[in-house]
């Protein structure tokens, strides 16, 4: 079935808006934010063969695009608003589409938000979404607001399974039906912790997704916590150092089907198997309880996992409290195969 | 040269945000609207092939990939604000990088407004941004405006020059050194009409950017004003019918470039050339002086080329009044080669 491309967007991604003034179909959608917020905007881009595999469903790719965009306003504890997507695809396949909109537009009700824009073009398959959510003045979780002493907490309980189905689908490990089934729905079907982000509003004290990688991803905070503690004492003076972190391996949340893989795999995907949509966050001590009450509000598992540092430098600790090497790099699209 | 992805969003895609709480490097970026304001948001993908032509300069595709953005916020009559950067790259090539980033600079610059977020990923060559404008509830302009008997406006003087320097580069005509790199300037450094947009709020009555092709482009406006016109009349009950247009062949501005080559080819240019960014619009008769008094203040050359009809159907007349046959479709990016 051939569509044009006015056809296609009419007939899958257009529905009515109830809260933008605003929605598809003009040359800009409308958004009118609460009084008084600010508005938190976040974009990013799924190539094939790089966030998603070729034989992914539609119904899941159309998931995960919003997902991984949604985790993004929940880094940062904003309440999503509204959505624009565009996209190139090889052809138009009216199946296909009815399918990666249906992904889309679950996802979409589920967390009250609406598709109020886009772009289609013919291309190599490439899915852009931005993302639209408010955030009272002041309140944005942002990477850089960590203090040395804090705690440092992630949410979820299964860190490393997306890397898992994805070594599996490469070959390089065998998961049995079940298992693989579970890990790749964490690899393609991934929930945004866009509660828990709201909830620790005023409690965390930097936070960030960790869809890079544990390791690489908890380098931006320290790096970006470190630059502003010294501009806060030096009032921005001379150069800056980032703060450091202690992690305890044995405190990382992992499945069932993870802990029976080697020690060394299992580091490994923890600390930078990558495409985990969890949040890595840093508090107070003192805050430790009120980080408990928002993971149980929100319905969250969260861990404790480490501590920031004030001097530099990374160091995970096992059991017996000795360091272990962590030689993998943080996942980087022109370094990375 | 071989750069990483922190690296290179670090050195080409960060300077420091003026007006924006939070610009690049969060997860998110934070906007913060003038009280009472509604945000305008237009995205926009463009790719290599379909967009624009392998050779293209990259200073100039960072133009034009910022510059349709701007021209769909033009459409609406909005103020430009801030924008975002979505890009895939086969590799990271550092001149490249920079003589795009300084495209991107020069344009934004040139509206005050400024990147505050994106995301990079290798893969085939892929830009889509995402703008942000602001503008007061009520006075954007949309398509769905236009009232029979309205005078049809269209701004610029060189319809139809991109479509050329299309041609010429396909071979399918030729033109000599230096129309050919004035066509090609308006095919690659299309000027979006900002300031055009915010001087016709509250003037005219429907506007839409005519990128696809006028006649293509209009039928979007004819249809939506048609039924916003048919929704008011009958409180939304039935089929809605969409209004017409008759347009003035000879009142179409055009180069002298243009006007030097076939008839049949100048009306096609014209009317459906495509990657022309200039304003279609609509406005009472009444307000015709108040249309020319908008273009003066706003230093863009505008002609009036026809009329709104109550009846469906475009017409267009030649000098002495008769019918002229259009047969060209609007641009599809999956119907068109």
Same mark, same amino acid.
């Given at each position: ?145 960590a203090a040395a002493?804090d ?10 399974? !997306?890397?898992?189905?994805? =070594? +599996?689908? %490469? ?5 049995? @039906?079940?298992?693989?089934? *579970?890990?790749? $729905? ?35 905070v320290l790096r970006r916590s470190g630059?502003?503690a ?11 150092t980032p703060f450091g972190a ?37 508090? !107070?001590?003192?805050?430790? =309880? +009120?980080? %408990? ?5 929100? @319905?969250?598992?969260?861990? *404790?996992?480490? $501590?920031i540092e004030a001097r530099p ?25």
């Amino acid at each position: 079935m051939s569509l044009g491309e006015f056809d296609l967007i009419q007939r899958y991604f257009t529905r009515p808006v109830r809260r933008a003034p605003l929605g598809v179909g003009d040359d800009c959608a409308l958004i009118a934010p609460a009084p008084g917020m600010q508005l938190a905007v976040s974009t990013d881009m799924l190539v094939e063969g790089r966030h998603f595999v070729s034989t992914v469903a539609p119904r899941r790719l159309g998931h995960k695009a919003l997902a991984v965009n949604l985790s993004d306003l929940a880094a940062c504890g904003a309440r999503p608003l509204a959505y624009t997507l565009a996209f190139a695809l090889p052809r138009a396949d009216a199946a296909w589409l009815a399918e990666l909109a249906a992904g889309l537009h679950a996802l979409a009700d589920a967390h009250g938000i609406e598709l109020v824009g886009g772009d289609t073009t013919a291309g190599p398959l490439n899915l852009c979404l931005t993302v639209f959510g408010e955030v009272p003045p002041g309140q944005a979780l942002l990477r850089s607001g960590a203090a040395a002493g804090d705690d440092l907490w992630v949410s979820g309980d299964t860190l490393g399974d !997306a890397r898992l189905a994805l =070594e +599996a689908l %490469r070959g390089t490990l065998s998961l049995e @039906g079940s298992a693989f089934e *579970r890990c790749r $729905r964490a690899m393609e079907q991934p929930q945004p912790r866009v509660a828990l982000g709201l909830a620790l509003r005023g409690v965390a004290s930097a936070a960030i997704d960790i869809s890079d990688g544990l390791l690489g991803d908890l380098g931006h905070v320290l790096r970006r916590s470190g630059a502003a503690a010294a501009h806060a004492d030096r009032a921005g003076a001379g150069a800056t150092t980032p703060f450091g972190a202690t992690l305890w391996a044995e405190a990382l949340p992992r499945s069932a089907d993870l802990a029976t893989q080697l020690v060394e795999r299992q580091l490994e995907y923890l600390l930078a198997g990558g495409d985990d949509y969890e949040l890595l966050f840093s508090a !107070a001590p003192a805050r430790a =309880e +009120a980080v %408990r009450a928002a993971a149980a509000a929100s @319905g969250t598992p969260v861990a *404790r996992i480490g $501590r920031i540092e004030a001097r530099p430098g990374v160091q995970v600790l096992d059991g017996a409290g000795q360091p272990v090497a962590t030689p993998w790099a943080s996942f980087d699209h022109f370094r990375s195969a």
